[in-house]
């Protein structure tokens, strides 16, 4: 089961930036905090991921909360390609097979 | 580098009979993931392969589904009998060697069933 909780959507105005959060109580100290998205019939992209240290890319930044409990992935300008629905997810290494569990994620809606 | 590639893109089949869909990892990956996502729902894990090892199938179907990753040649999942339910998108991603929390994993396209 998903190990974290993100509001079902949000809305955005074009070019302005945007906040994704994403509530994680119960990470551990080896997880790391990943980011994907999905554009309408497409397969997941992966967007950013860090431990503890604020992250930046080209495409966004993550900024994770001192203790770790909670995380922010921030599109710094939106555009109506950024709607998608926003995967906040915690690597899960049980078993030592790095596989994915995707919950419902945020439904970003971008508008003109 | 081409990404994880997966064909067919669409694939049609009638109740009863069988589907295979493929997915060929990005090179250098030999660490495999299927997903399916049914419609308006989120992506589920079915299973996970190394090169001719089944390493983690918690999330498949008990009857009906296999999967596989031969030394040579993509993953295949197959799935036999279809039956409408199984119309779904279905999600294949690569990882390097060895899995760890500081990878990223890369998704293909899918692969989208429609059993009539």
């Known amino acids: 089961d998903a190990k974290t909780t993100q509001p079902n959507s949000m809305e955005s105005n074009e070019e302005e930036p945007v906040h994704l959060p994403c509530n994680h109580s119960?990470?551990?100290?080896?997880?790391?905090i990943h980011w994907y998205r999905q554009l309408p019939s497409q397969g997941p992209e992966y967007v950013i991921h860090?431990?503890?240290s604020n992250v930046n890319n080209r495409m966004a930044s993550l900024a994770i909360a001192e203790d770790r409990k909670s995380s922010t992935l921030i599109l710094h300008r939106a555009t109506l390609r950024d709607a998608a629905v926003y995967y906040c997810?915690?690597?899960?290494?049980?078993?030592?097979?790095?596989?994915?569990?995707f919950g419902q994620g945020t439904t970003l809606q971008v508008k003109p | 580098n081409a990404g994880v590639m997966q064909n067919p893109r669409h694939l049609v089949r009638r109740r009863g009979q069988e589907a295979r869909l493929r997915c060929s990892p990005m090179?250098?990956?030999?660490?495999v993931y299927w997903y399916r996502q049914l419609p308006e729902e989120g992506l589920k894990f079915m299973v996970y392969l190394q090169k001719e090892n089944i390493i983690d199938e918690s999330g498949m179907p008990k009857e009906r589904f296999s999967a596989e990753f031969p030394k040579e040649g993509p993953s295949i999942l197959r799935i036999q009998q279809v039956v409408r339910g199984d119309s779904a998108a279905y999600f294949c991603a690569s990882s390097p060697a060895p899995p760890s929390s500081n990878t990223e994993a890369f998704f293909g396209q899918g692969t989208r069933l429609t059993v009539v």
């Open positions: 997810i915690l690597r899960d290494l049980s078993g030592n097979t790095g596989k994915l569990i």
């Open positions: 860090g431990l503890t």
């Open positions: 090179k250098g990956h030999s660490h």
């Open positions: 119960t990470i551990s100290g080896t997880d790391y």
